[in-house]
């Protein structure tokens, strides 16, 4: 029987909370949608420093000698993933010698596919010189090279490891960004970004509680759903075009909100934040109907898994669909999308194939990412 052996993950994402560090044991990798042995070592979150999460926030968009500014960010988060990570080993008492890869991320400031580029900031060599451990990094840009979206990337994680014959089963991943993946009965995989979540949710009670986020979607839950402005939120091209599509800060950020609030700026904040979580809720029930109307399930994970104001307004829309969050499937809601990248690591140094293309819209099957050996 072939070792098992250990890839960490590590992911900063479009909410810009944190980074989230995971240790996984991964078994040989079967054929095609078989279910593959996994087990979860540890898990480490460390918080995005408020200076570098403004710099991030800020290199969306064009400004002041940004190429410098962009290449310090991406030392300075790396330097933030080797604490991750040396803390993830120390808490797993697993030597670094005894990790195969680091799957990192790195953080997204520009996503325009579009255009034929995306940009994930970071210093992977730099890393793997700090490290010690072999590091695969630049993960979506090989499928934009082969005319994909270069996202949502996790999809082929999630039917690897909630997949299961005989049944519609729906993932959904609330991060700063929204997406699906849908996984059929009959093998089949679909995945898309539905629209903002966090991001938008974050920034308005960060605006107006002086807080990160909303804790528990509490402040939102008090509040009273405006018709008109939610309307206007929900009317934009993206939320009707088809799929594959991906979206991130490049479309949907303060500037979008901006516009959409005009004409209720006296409107109760708390009842802007209650529209801004109906929207999330009724753009990804949307999809979910319009794409798998059969979904008796819905697993939930990322950040937005703890807002219980957004998981009830999903559960009213989605009368007849069970929401549980993936900790039901042996995999806490926050440690999810590090792990995909700890297996997308897997997939890269084994010569295998990340993407799906029908999810992204790839001309085919591409193994992913760029290797710094260590």
């Known amino acids: 029987m072939a070792a098992m052996r250990r890839f960490a993950g590590l992911m900063s994402?479009?909410?810009?909370?944190?980074?989230?560090?995971?240790?996984?044991?991964?078994?040989?990798?079967?054929?095609?949608?078989?279910?593959?042995?996994?087990?979860?070592?540890?898990?480490v979150q460390l918080p995005m420093p408020p200076a570098l999460r403004a710099e991030f926030a800020a290199l969306h968009h064009a400004s002041h000698d940004e190429l410098h500014r962009a290449q310090l960010a991406g030392i300075e988060l790396s330097r933030l993933y080797a604490r991750a990570?040396?803390?993830?080993?120390?808490?797993?008492g697993v030597r670094a010698a005894d990790v195969t890869a680091v799957g990192a991320h790195g953080q997204t400031v520009r996503?325009?596919?579009?255009?034929?580029?995306?940009?994930?900031?970071?210093?992977?060599?730099?890393?793997?010189?700090?490290?010690?451990?072999?590091?695969?990094?630049?993960?979506?840009?090989?499928d934009v090279a082969a005319g994909g979206q270069g996202a949502p990337l996790v999809p082929a994680f999630h039917r690897a490891l909630f997949g299961r014959d005989g049944a519609d089963l729906a993932v959904l991943n609330l991060g700063g960004i929204a997406n699906l993946s849908l996984l059929y009965a009959d093998g089949r995989v679909l995945g898309f970004d539905c629209g903002p979540a966090n991001a938008l949710l974050d920034l308005?009670?960060?605006?107006?509680?002086?807080?990160?986020?909303?804790?528990?979607?509490?402040?939102?839950?008090?509040g009273t759903v405006l018709p008109e402005l939610l309307q206007g939120l929900l009317d934009d091209d993206y939320f009707r075009a088809d799929a594959p599509k991906s979206t991130g800060r490049d479309h949907f950020d303060a500037a979008w909100l901006e516009r959409r609030l005009r004409g209720f700026e006296a409107a109760d904040p708390r009842d802007v934040q209650a529209t801004l979580a109906h929207m999330v809720a009724m753009s990804v029930a949307a999809d979910l109907r319009r794409?798998?109307?059969?979904?008796?399930?819905?697993?939930?994970?990322?950040?937005?898994?703890?807002?219980?104001?957004?998981?009830?307004?999903?559960?009213?829309?989605?009368?007849?669909?069970?929401?549980?969050?993936t900790v039901s499937r042996g995999l806490a809601p926050q440690q999810v999308e590090a792990a995909a990248f700890a297996w997308l690591a897997a997939?890269?140094?084994?010569?295998?194939?990340?993407?799906?293309p029908a999810v992204t819209g790839a001309r085919g099957p591409r193994v992913l990412g760029a290797i710094h050996p260590a």
């Not at 810009?16 to 996984?24: I, K, N, S, T, W």
């Not at 990570?85 to 797993?92: A, D, K, Q, R, V």
């Not at 960060?206 to 807080?211: D, E, I, V």
């Not at 059969?294 to 937005?304: F, K, M, P, R």
């Open 13 to 43: 994402g479009t909410s810009l909370d944190g980074v989230d560090a995971v240790l996984l044991e991964l078994g040989p990798p079967h054929g095609e949608g078989a279910p593959q042995t996994l087990r979860t070592l540890g898990h």
């Open 347 to 356: 997939r890269t140094l084994d010569g295998l194939p990340g993407n799906l």
């Open 291 to 325: 794409h798998m109307p059969e979904a008796v399930e819905l697993l939930v994970c990322g950040g937005g898994a703890g807002n219980l104001d957004l998981l009830h307004r999903l559960g009213e829309l989605l009368p007849g669909c069970e929401l549980l969050d």
């Open 85 to 92: 990570l040396e803390e993830l080993l120390l808490t797993t």
């Open 111 to 142: 996503h325009r596919p579009e255009l034929g580029y995306t940009v994930q900031l970071g210093a992977p060599a730099w890393l793997a010189e700090h490290c010690g451990i072999t590091v695969v990094a630049d993960f979506r840009s090989r």
């Open 204 to 222: 308005w009670a960060q605006r107006h509680l002086g807080h990160d986020y909303d804790a528990g979607g509490a402040w939102g839950a008090g």
